[in-house]
């Protein structure tokens, strides 16, 4: 089914408000709806992306909370908007697209948890986490909703040391991977195998890497550095069509994980990545539930997905190579057994 505008948004006319949020919203939904069946991911991906990002600027330049009680219009807004934001996940889930996670209704900030769609949105990008305290106290202050003060022009520039790295086109390739035609994971830029011996995770420690798939099908992956370099890092913050962490031992993939807290992979989107990329090798392992550790080896998955028989958490710990055991990740599977 197309996107569909609520009634709390055509109610303020939204095609001819002054408002170009509100425009640029009813453009971009127009367009996406218009879009041939056939249409590529990478093209649905963006049109997704500039969506979000105009509710997103529009959710965070008002309050909704009405200074005086009743339900005004900027509250109104505030509903259609959440309305619009809940087709747009199950839409990008749709055409195996995963946009940045964060709850669909930004008044519940805080209470569901940290929107990484403000650290997307910030100028400084920083990180998601920081946001959620600043965000809790500037939708409740009677003076933002009394003067009409942005979320942005209220924060200021709140001094911080870390920014989240948001690169660009050019500066990404550095993070590109390819497989060769042995398929061996090579570093695209200096064509030598990949190796995380010397990356590290803040999940799983040393020896592990973070790695996002584009819609287009580019691997990228690095270590991840807690509010400096995250998953949102690779791509500016744009969808993948999954994203996680593993290792790779001189170009053999020996496992990968669904675990990425910006974009929350499902089981499904780890499945379109083994299978768009058949080079995975079929004795690799896969672990596509890090509540239950749930993990099958890559070929198995491949054929029969989630029916496919499971491998345990030792034996998963005992194909790592010693440089991805360390005491982190032992910390990790022995809260996962207990």
């Known amino acids: 089914m197309p996107l569909s505008i609520s009634p709390q948004l055509l109610d303020t006319s939204i095609r001819t408000s002054?408002?170009?949020?509100?425009?640029?919203?009813?453009?971009?939904?127009?367009?996406?709806?218009?879009?041939?069946?056939?249409?590529?991911?990478?093209?649905?991906?963006?049109?997704?992306?500039?969506?979000?990002?105009?509710?997103?600027?529009?959710?965070?330049?008002?309050?909704?909370?009405?200074?005086?009680?009743?339900?005004?219009?900027?509250?109104?807004?505030?509903?259609?908007?959440?309305?619009l934001l809940e087709q747009v996940g199950p839409e990008a889930q749709k055409y195996g697209l995963r946009l940045m996670t964060g709850p669909n209704d930004f008044r519940e900030i805080g209470r569901q948890g940290p929107s990484y769609w403000l650290e997307f949105l910030d100028p400084l990008h920083r990180a998601g986490h920081f946001h959620t305290a600043f965000w809790t106290q500037w939708i409740e202050n009677e003076s933002v909703k009394r003067d009409r003060i942005s979320y942005w022009k209220w924060l200021g520039h709140l001094p911080t040391d870390?920014?989240?790295?948001?690169?660009?086109?050019?500066?990404?390739?550095?993070?590109?991977?390819?497989?060769?035609?042995?398929?061996?994971?090579?570093?695209?830029?200096?064509?030598?195998?990949?190796?995380?011996?010397?990356?590290?995770?803040?999940?799983?420690?040393?020896?592990?890497?973070?790695?996002?798939?584009?819609?287009?099908?580019?691997?990228?992956?690095?270590?991840?550095?807690?509010?400096?370099?995250?998953?949102?890092?690779?791509?500016?913050?744009?969808?993948?069509?999954?994203?996680?962490?593993?290792?790779?031992?001189?170009?053999?993939?020996?496992?990968?994980?669904?675990k990425s807290g910006h974009y929350k992979p499902s089981a499904s989107d780890m499945f379109n990545l083994v299978t768009r990329f058949p080079q995975f090798p079929s004795s690799a392992l896969i672990v596509t539930d890090l509540h239950t550790w749930r993990c099958y080896r890559v070929g198995q998955f491949r054929r029969f997905g989630m029916k496919a028989p499971t491998v345990s958490k030792q034996e998963m710990y005992d194909k790592l190579p010693a440089t991805a055991k360390n005491d982190k990740l032992d910390h990790v599977l022995k809260q996962m057994r207990d």
């Open 18 to 83: 002054k408002n170009t949020f509100l425009r640029g919203v009813y453009s971009v939904v127009t367009r996406y709806n218009a879009l041939p069946a056939n249409t590529d991911k990478a093209t649905r991906a963006q049109h997704l992306q500039v969506l979000t990002r105009l509710v997103g600027e529009y959710l965070t330049s008002k309050s909704p909370q009405p200074l005086h009680k009743g339900k005004g219009k900027s509250a109104n807004r505030w509903d259609g908007f959440v309305s």
């Open 162 to 258: 870390k920014s989240v790295a948001y690169l660009n086109a050019q500066d990404s390739e550095r993070y590109r991977c390819v497989f060769s035609a042995d398929n061996k994971l090579l570093d695209y830029m200096s064509g030598r195998p990949f190796h995380t011996q010397y990356l590290s995770t803040h999940f799983s420690g040393d020896g592990w890497a973070i790695f996002v798939c584009s819609p287009t099908g580019d691997l990228y992956a690095g270590s991840h550095t807690v509010n400096e370099f995250h998953h949102s890092s690779f791509l500016g913050g744009r969808p993948v069509m999954a994203a996680g962490e593993l290792v790779v031992c001189f170009g053999e993939v020996v496992v990968i994980t669904a």
